[in-house]
């Protein structure tokens, strides 16, 4: 059980379709987070689950994206009606728990293109 | 609004050079700073820092906080094509636990 896994590692996607990311976060780390990398900007907070629960949607950027976590494990993020802008790098990380920052170990991130 | 921010956005050197990046942040309770090599996708933790004037090291890199001035500095010497990469800070700020904001990062490339 090695690190983050994400899939599908690449997507492209027609605009108005849904899609659907997937994290598997490291076995027992029950800090979850996704994170969105757009071409030449900084990586930007999505949200944050602990356990199966996210105490921080705040930075989901519209009503067409939504998250969920089961059995405190793993995570899919999905974006529905897809749009051009969406297009970006989507990384996922997990921690031990929110507190330890510094052990925030990221996956290889989906890169999507909506066209 | 929080914020942290890099500079350069971009820069050029020679093997061998010595190279400094700078973040600097606006954020309501902090708590600390990290910095991150970014190669491919993921990125790869390199510091973490939540003391002034405490330089943390590894190797040829090394990093300072200042929290009265509100900046960090990434300091790597005689630098070579291997460290190639885009080099993040991150802030954790705020009530949101772990919850990290980033800045753009500054894209640095070695030329032999």
């Known amino acids: 059980g090695a690190g983050v896994s994400q899939s599908p590692s690449n997507k492209v996607t027609e605009k108005g379709k849904d899609v659907e990311l997937r994290c598997d976060p490291i076995?027992?780390?029950?800090?979850l987070y996704w994170y969105r990398q757009s071409l030449g900007q900084g990586l930007e907070f999505l949200i944050y689950?602990?356990?199966?629960?996210?105490?921080?949607k705040s930075g989901l950027p519209s009503d067409r994206f939504s998250a969920e976590r089961t059995g405190g494990s793993v995570s899919t993020l999905t974006i529905q009606r897809t749009q051009q802008e969406d297009s970006a790098v989507y990384l996922c990380?997990?921690?031990?728990?929110?507190?330890?920052?510094?052990?925030?170990?990221f996956g290889p991130g989906t890169r999507l293109t909506v066209t | 609004e929080d914020k942290v921010v890099q500079s350069p956005l971009s820069l050029v050197v020679h093997e061998g050079d010595t190279v400094t990046l700078n973040c600097s942040y606006e954020?309501?309770?902090?708590?600390?700073l990290l910095w991150y090599k970014q190669e491919k996708k993921a990125p790869t933790f390199l510091f973490m820092l939540?003391?002034?004037?405490i330089e943390k090291k590894s190797g040829r890199l090394s990093s300072i906080l200042d929290k009265k001035e509100l900046f960090s500095i990434l300091n790597i010497t005689a630098t070579q094509t291997g460290d190639s990469a885009i080099y993040l800070c991150?802030?954790?700020?705020?009530?949101?636990?772990?919850?990290?904001?980033f800045g753009k990062g500054t894209k640095l490339s070695v030329k032999p």
């Open positions: 076995s027992g780390h029950t800090a």
């Open positions: 939540t003391s002034s004037g």
């Open positions: 954020v309501t309770n902090f708590r600390s």
């Open positions: 991150a802030v954790e700020a705020g009530g949101s636990q772990g919850n990290l904001i």
């Open positions: 990380a997990s921690s031990l728990a929110p507190q330890i920052v510094n052990e925030q170990y």
């Open positions: 689950f602990q356990g199966n629960s996210a105490p921080d």
